[in-house]
């Protein structure tokens, strides 16, 4: 009886065994399976139409750019920055000033695209905020540097002469970071109240020159 006791509690524990070994398999199984979809998932990237994709070694500090396609990289190692080199346009408000000391304030719309070729090196220069550290401040600068070139009243009716030179400057200054710079436009040009109060007053005057000559004009045609 004991003898017989002693042969069931053998064969329950080889059971246990294989029980537990079956187990083992079927975690370290599931294990490898993730680890395997975590690496196959890192291995490669995608870059879509009009983007351009950019690789960072973080071991070798190394960069690379990627246009359309599917692509290969090394996993926990090379991270994938992402740009968009189609067109795109910026609103900026800029404030300057006149030849003559006035305040100017000038609304500036701008189109431009990144040059794909040198998107990694922008990266490694820039960053990716490159519209907050380059383009707004290269703006600025340009109005700043193109309305000082004029008195008020000459921004005023050479309006297309402003918008050329802080194009140009503008074009040089955004170069340098490979930013393309596309079109410029001047949605408003606008100046103190103050200063507006001036101009508008002056305007009178003027009409007021005007109506007393024309007055003046009549009276000596009536005396024929």
Partial sequence: MMAGNGKENLINQLKGVKESGGLLKYVSFIAIAIFALLIGCGTFFTVGAGVVGVTFNTIT?????????????????????????????????????SKDLQKVHVHVVINYHLDYKKVNDLYVKVGRDFVEKIIHPAVNESVKASTAQFPVEEIIVKRESVKEMIENVLKERLAKYHIILESINLVNISFDEEFN????????????????????????????
Avoid at 63 to 77: D, E, H, N, R
Avoid at 204 to 224: D, G
């Fill in 61 to 97: 500090g190394s960069t690379a750019a990627f246009s359309q396609g599917t692509y290969f990289k090394i996993p926990l190692v090379e991270s994938v920055i992402k740009f968009d080199v189609k067109t795109q346009r910026e609103d900026i408000k800029a404030d300057s000033a």
């Fill in 197 to 224: 109060k001036v101009v508008e007053q002056k305007q009178i005057e003027e009409q007021k020159i005007k109506t007393a000559e024309y007055r003046k004009k009549q009276a000596e045609q009536n005396k024929l």
